[in-house]
């Protein structure tokens, strides 16, 4: 069993995730692997905009669906 925090991912996701693929990957480094080339990249890209909670009113978000 890996335990993976979702605090520790937003805050510094490199070890969070590093750890967490040397689990699944049963290793004990990931050094020179392609694995950690792709890690580097995606912490290095900017990351999405985080959640929007609703607006909190009657039908305000529904805009936001397709009509059919």
Request: aromatic content about 8%; proline content about 6%; charged content about 30%.
């Given at each position: 069993?890996?335990?993976?925090?979702y605090?520790?991912?937003?805050?510094?996701?490199?070890?969070?995730?590093?750890?967490?693929?040397?689990?699944?990957?049963?290793?004990?480094?990931?050094?020179?692997?392609?694995?950690?080339?792709?890690?580097?990249?995606?912490?290095?890209?900017?990351?999405p905009?985080?959640?929007?909670?609703?607006?909190?009113?009657?039908n305000?978000?529904?805009?936001?669906?397709?009509?059919?």
């Amino acid at each position: 069993m890996h335990i993976v925090r979702y605090e520790d991912i937003v805050n510094d996701p490199k070890p969070a995730l590093k750890s967490l693929l040397e689990f699944i990957m049963n290793v004990d480094d990931l050094k020179g692997t392609t694995i950690e080339a792709n890690l580097e990249l995606a912490i290095s890209e900017t990351s999405p905009q985080i959640y929007k909670p609703r607006l909190g009113k009657a039908n305000a978000n529904f805009d936001k669906f397709n009509r059919i």
